[in-house]
């Protein structure tokens, strides 16, 4: 059977524009899709840099301005994979022009720039996607299964970490390229939209709505050089986060992100505790998931590590042989997959519409932290 084609407008050639480059070209050679995804365009501000990326990923030309890339009608589907001031003003456009719209996260720096990229694509009636990919990981996926078939029973608690130490010196500036992270006028925020906004998605998907939030924010180091203008000047991002929440399900919930862990680079964990049993998962480790069953037998109930990679777990059946493990790229290779299978059937998940209710929490932990008070998403 041929294959529909989906030419890819890629925003971006930086860390994500990599992932998700690997992602749309290994999709269709690891699960069988409908549509086969080519590698178009590239767009970035320099022509230079962009086209050696193009050169060396196989892309078959440049743009320099999005809104070129995004008036072309040689495109079927926007990637975003710019930073998060882009993202707002790239998916309007592509969603207006008619175009498939798949975005980095957050979806926008506030609920209320997300609340418009949802109208947009609905009101045009465009396939959408964020990129959460940790959904796809098939340690997560798996949990997501377990907790699903009842397997927990009624949840108790969710923690959730991302612990990462980048930030700690007084030295490193802020603002421009590969900084951009520590400038809210382009992250909207800091660890709280960049690093917690993966805890409350996976969360969400994994337990339900969040109710109400009280959260703290700490910038522990007030001034840096900016790199733009040269000058010292106010930090306005969070460097670290935390909050307790409630679930509508009841069960309570602590997250906290930092960039001031000393000694952890990416520590993403989350723990959930339910009635009957427990899991646990952390990044570092990837394809295990840590599960406790209250129901085996006394004198053999322990924790088990369960080591992920068996043709019966998700996903697994499409990679090499069970005990061999995978990746993180690969999760956002399952991410395009899922997005592409979805075309013809069930639209794949996170869309903007579920990104935006990430945001409503972003928002809500932000203020709380602000006016010390509990806030409602
Ligand atoms: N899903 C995840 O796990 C994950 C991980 C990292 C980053 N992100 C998100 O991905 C996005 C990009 O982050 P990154 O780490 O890849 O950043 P990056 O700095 O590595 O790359 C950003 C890219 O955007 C391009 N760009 C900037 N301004 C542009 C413009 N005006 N026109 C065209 N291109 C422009 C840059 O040239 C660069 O190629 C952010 O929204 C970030 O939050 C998600």
Known sequence: MSKKQLRIGMVGYGFMGRTHSNAFMQASRFFDLGYKPELSIVCARNRE??????????????ETDWQKLVARNDIDLIDIAAPNDMHH?????????GK????????????????????????????????????????????KNLIDSGKLGRIFHYRAQFLQDWTISEDLPQGGEALWRLEKSVAGSGVTGDLLAHCIDTAMWLNGRIENVTAMTETFIKKRKHNLTGQIEKVRIDD???FMARFRNGSLALFEATRFARGHKALYTFEINGENASLIWDLHDLHRLQFFDHHDEGTERGWRSIHV????????????????????GESFIHQA???????????????????????????????SAETGQWEKP
């Open 100 to 143: 498939m719209v798949m975005c980095e996260k957050p979806l926008g720096r506030t609920a209320t720039e997300s609340r418009a990229m949802v109208d947009a694509v609905r009101k045009a009636g465009v396939p959408n996607m964020v990129w959460y990919n940790y959904r796809r990981i098939p340690a997560v996926t798996h949990a």
């Open 49 to 62: 840099r962009a086209q050696a990326f193009a050169d060396q990923w196989g892309y078959g030309g440049v």
């Open 337 to 367: 997959a899922d997005f592409i299978k979805g075309l013809d059937g069930d639209p794949a998940t996170p869309t903007f519409a579920d990104a935006h209710e990430t945001d409503l929490v972003t928002d809500a932990v932000l203020k």
């Open 89 to 97: 003003d790239i998916a309007i456009a592509a969603a207006e022009s």
């Open 240 to 242: 670290a986060s935390a």
């Open 309 to 328: 990679t068996d043709g019966e777990h998700p996903y697994m059946d499409k990679w090499w042989v069970p005990g061999l493990s995978i990746g993180y």
